[in-house]
């Protein structure tokens, strides 16, 4: 893309990334992308806010070259130390080795493990402002927004917040830039809640420290690092991200998560059973083979939804592994508070189900029932199934 002006002299130039499979080598992007923003402010002095990835080099500095000389820029303020708004530092510093790099106090001691960098190096403290000519910055620690190190960076006059990760989704941008000339919003906001169950989620009280934080300023337009500009409604993607960072310790949506993982069929079953009392209790419902799709896209259901319907076999004393490895995500995430039931099938002396218990208990998940399955489910099994997922469907939509 070429670059976008935002507001005068207030420049878009990031970079779309349409390459990387994994995000943090983890999360697949493949299909829908992620986008690198980074801003230009040309004033007095001027200064580039966030980098890229390093990729698209050239077209990220040819962007820029568009709009002012590279070596005639002041500044980069880096928010945030992640390599996928760092990367191209060092060939900047290269080609324009008098900017100066301001960051946070603990930005500093990373920029000095990560990149070796202490020459022409400001750390910039919470709160301080920074003339640049007509405009002024005024930068706002947020730590673990997503890192320690993360601050906001707050432009007075047209009252910018650029954010960094905080507000930001997956998605490349597909030719729209703001929110109100996007046609696609459900996928951003689609792609805006898997990017908070996959990155942000773990760190959702910081999350609520920092809006409280920054309540009382005014804000137009909020540009994050991730996805769109938000300046139609700016405060909307304010309320998402405060919704689901509630969500760690407060029920989420009424909604169900169904997880199912099966060897032979037979937990499939009653799997089956178990969805057609769901669907008619008539509780949304998303179903997930644990097998079949990543754990990603799994994780943003479990975070919206409040209650979860576990479904596994028996596999060598234990649980049927693929299973454990979500739930296992599920606790490095911290998917908190959340009403369960469990089944599925053994052949012997089971285990399963035992496993899921010592897994989702410290997480707070209450257990309402646990209905274990000795080899092919009978109609009574299959019957018994169907009214554990109608039961629970009305359970959770009648809670509070
Ligand atoms: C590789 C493997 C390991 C198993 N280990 C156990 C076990 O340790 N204890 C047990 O009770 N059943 C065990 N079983 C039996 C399964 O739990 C049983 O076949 C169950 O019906 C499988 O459900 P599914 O058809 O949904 O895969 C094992 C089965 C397989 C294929
Ligand atoms: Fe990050
Ligand atoms: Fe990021």
Known sequence: M????????????GVNDRFTQ??????PIGEEGVSYNSYLLIDEKSVLIDLAKSIETDEFFSQIDQLIPI?????????????????????????????????????????????????????????????????????????FVHWPETMMTYETTN??????????GYGALRGALFDDECKEQEFYEREMLRYYANIVATFSKPVLKA??????????????????????????????YKKWAQYMD???????????????????????????????????????????????????????????????????????PPMGD????????????????????YGWSGGASKRIREMVEPLNWQVTEVFDVNGGPTQEDLQRAERLGFEFGKKILEQP
């Open 22 to 27: 994994l995000f943090e080598g983890l999360w």
């Open 211 to 240: 809006i409280e934080k920054l309540s009382s300023l005014p804000i137009d337009i909020i540009a994050p690092s991730h996805g769109l500009i938000w300046r139609k409604d700016p405060l909307k993607v304010v309320s998402l």
């Open 2 to 13: 070429r670059p976008v002006e935002i507001r005068p002299k207030i420049y878009w130039v």
């Open 159 to 168: 009252k910018i917040l650029f954010s960094c990760d905080g507000f930001g």
């Open 326 to 345: 979500v739930l296992q995500m599920a606790t490095v995430k911290r998917v908190q508070n959340k009403t369960a039931a469990i089944f599925g099938s």
């Open 250 to 320: 407060s029920p989420a949506e009424k909604g169900v998560t169904l997880l199912y993982g099966s060897m032979y069929g037979n937990t499939e079953k009653l799997m089956s059973s178990v969805l057609k009392g769901l669907s008619a209790s008539g509780v949304p419902t998303e179903v997930f083979n644990v097998t079949q799709t990543h754990v990603s896209y799994i994780l943003a259901s479990l975070w919206k939804n409040r209650g979860v319907i576990i479904g596994a076999p028996t596999y060598e004393g234990s649980l049927f």
């Open 71 to 143: 070596s005639k820029i002041d500044y980069v303020v880096l928010n945030h130390m992640e390599p996928d708004h760092t990367g191209i530092l060092g060939v900047l510093r290269k080609i324009a080795p008098k900017i100066t790099i301001l960051v946070s106090e603990k930005g500093q001691r990373m920029l000095q493990a990560f990149y070796h960098l202490t020459e022409n190096v400001k750390v910039v403290r919470d709160t301080e402002e920074l003339d640049i000519g007509e405009k002024k910055l005024k930068f706002y620690y947020t730590p």
